[in-house]
């Protein structure tokens, strides 16, 4: 089964994204997990899903993927339709692509506190509507943990958080 435990993974998204390289930190402990893990992405600093989804790349893009994680813009985050508009579109090409999506939610500012619950509410609307099971949060352990998990299961191994 070790030609199996491949995985590919896609961000599209922006800053929050790559600011840190989240996807070199998720893939880094995908490797330390037993998994055989690329990733690549699509970020670019205050752009909206909406934004990605005029792209011609990104359809294509969405091929190579197992995962394709969604980031939304934040600040100012809204308005919401049009992210649920762009979260369907892009759930259908990666639905397409026998890929599943991971909706990566990030934060309110901090004096901006009032709009993580309507964030939070949207996110989750969202997430329900398409059938993701659950939604990652800013950090990359648990974006990487749920991703990981559901890789593992689908593969007939036991994730435990840290190995296979």
Request: glycine letters at 8%.
């Amino acid at each position: 089964m070790e030609g199996k435990r491949r995985l590919r993974i896609l961000f599209i998204g922006n800053s929050h994204t790559y600011f840190n390289d989240m996807p070199a930190m998720v893939a880094e402990k995908a490797r330390k997990a037993g998994f055989d893990c690329e990733v690549t992405m699509i970020a670019h600093g205050g752009w909206y899903l909406e934004q990605h989804v005029q792209e011609p790349d990104v359809r294509f893009n969405i091929l190579y993927g197992h995962y394709v994680v969604l980031q939304e813009f934040s600040h100012p985050f809204g308005p919401e339709e049009k992210f649920f508009g762009a979260v369907r579109t892009l759930n259908q090409w990666i639905r397409e692509a026998k890929s599943k999506p991971v909706i990566y939610m990030t934060w309110a500012r901090k004096e901006e506190k009032e709009v993580q619950p309507r964030m939070t509410a949207a996110n989750k609307q969202i997430a329900k509507e398409i059938g993701v099971t659950s939604i990652t949060t800013r950090r990359k352990d648990d974006l990487i943990n749920d991703i990981l998990k559901t890789q593992a299961e689908a593969l007939g191994y036991r994730f435990n958080g840290g190995t296979l």
